[in-house]
């Protein structure tokens, strides 16, 4: 099972910011946080990860709290395109081997 | 373009067909994965290679094979499927298995329809 929760859905205004949460109150403490997001039809793409510290690319913002409990995702100013499913994946130990096990995401509507 | 090239994009089968999935990637990794997605399903993994040797397998049926010639290229074979098994197929790759840090990327995915 997934370690992490999330909103089913959201709404965002096209050229606000999107602020997507996500809880991971049972993560360790040498496991990352990382995001991806699914386009209809197309392969999850990678947006960012983080351990503690907050991080920002291109894509995104990762925002991370002091007990690693939550973390929020932001895309500054979203654009139509941005509208796909995301998700917020720990890494999992099962069976001895450690994987990215992928919950159901949000489903991102960015509307005009 | 993430560097994972999946072909062919769509394919159609018959149950009693014989086909194969091929993945290829372009990245220098290490280790390659094949994941399943089924309608309204979350993303499963299937299988898992590192150095070209398979370390994973979620109790796959075996109508479903895999194969890793060398570390760019992964191949999932098909043979005998059912109509359950129509899905988007998912190829990935990442420099190592471990994920500290490590960071995984996708393919555009194969999807499969078994008739």
């Known amino acids: 099972d997934a370690k992490t929760t999330q909103p089913p859905s959201m709404d965002c205004a096209e050229g606000r910011a999107a602020n997507l949460p996500c809880n991971h109150s049972?993560?360790?403490?040498?496991?990352?946080v990382y995001w991806y997001r699914q386009i209809h039809s197309q392969g999850p793409q990678y947006i960012i990860h983080g351990l503690k510290n907050n991080e920002t690319n291109e894509m995104a913002s990762l925002i991370i709290t002091e007990d690693r409990k939550s973390s929020t995702l932001i895309l500054p100013h979203a654009t139509l395109r941005d509208t796909a499913v995301y998700y917020c994946?720990?890494?999992?130990?099962?069976?001895?081997?450690?994987?990215?096990?992928f919950g159901k995401g949000t489903k991102l509507t960015v509307n005009p | 373009e993430t560097g994972v090239t999946q072909t062919p994009r769509h394919l159609v089968m018959g149950m009693t067909n014989k086909k194969s999935l091929k993945c290829e990637q372009h990245?220098?990794?290490?280790?390659m994965y094949w994941y399943k997605q089924s309608a309204k399903k979350p993303l499963e993994l299937m299988f898992v290679?590192?150095?070209?040797?398979?370390?994973e397998n979620n109790s796959v049926p075996s109508r479903f094979s895999p194969e890793c010639p060398n570390s760019s290229h992964l191949f999932l074979h098909l043979h005998t499927l059912q109509p359950e098994d129509s899905a988007l197929y998912l190829c990935a790759s990442s420099r190592d298995r471990g994920f500290a840090g490590n960071t995984i990327y996708f393919g555009e995915g194969s999807w499969l329809t078994v008739v």
């Open positions: 049972t993560i360790s403490g040498n496991e990352y």
């Open positions: 990245l220098g990794h290490n280790a």
């Open positions: 290679y590192s150095l070209e040797e398979r370390v």
């Open positions: 994946i720990v890494s999992t130990t099962q069976g001895g081997s450690e994987k990215l096990v």
